[in-house]
């Protein structure tokens, strides 16, 4: 068997026997090369915080969507753009719910009752050297959402870039 191989010029290849490869170039040309461990779920430090971000913006975005937590929370971690947009729709839906829904008339104050909110699964993918693409799976009480993310690396810190809700 012939194996064709570059010799010390790129441009320029030579035609040897099998044996002949063995005996002499295989020490050269194979090198060892480090390999993550053989867990299945290998899961480097920074895609580790990337994905705790996004689970734990998803989570608080849904939350927010049910009015239960404020909008402010989210400033921190959401870009300039991304932040208005996700304001807009959340003033929308509450715009609807408050037309929609009148509250019972009652005695006593009414208490709503709170559901926790449960990521039921994450999809994290690694688009760029600087950004990731999350989906997640979100239960509450009524119903499931899919919650769409993309974080980028800007500015020395994650920042959510892009945010829907299904």
Wanted: charged share 25%; hydrophobic share 40%; proline share 7%.
């Amino acid at each position: 068997m012939k194996t064709a191989f570059p010799e010390h010029d790129r441009n320029r290849y030579c035609i040897i026997d099998a044996t002949e490869y063995e005996e002499h170039y295989a020490t050269y040309f194979e090198r060892q090369v480090k390999q993550p461990p053989n867990d299945p779920v290998y899961i480097s430090a920074e895609e580790k915080s990337v994905e705790q971000l996004t689970l734990s913006i998803g989570l608080a975005t849904v939350e927010i969507f049910m009015g239960l937590r404020p909008m402010h929370h989210l400033s921190p971690w959401l870009s300039q753009a991304c932040y208005r947009r996700v304001h807009q729709q959340v003033q929308k839906v509450h715009e609807m719910v408050n037309r929609t829904f009148k509250p019972p008339a009652s005695s006593g104050p009414l208490q709503p009752r709170v559901h926790p909110v449960k990521a039921r699964r994450i999809i994290l993918q690694k688009v760029s050297p600087k950004a990731y693409e999350a989906c997640l799976i979100v239960q509450d009480a009524q119903r499931a959402r899919a919650v769409a993310l993309r974080a980028e690396f800007l500015n020395r810190r994650w920042k959510i870039t892009a945010l829907d809700i299904a």
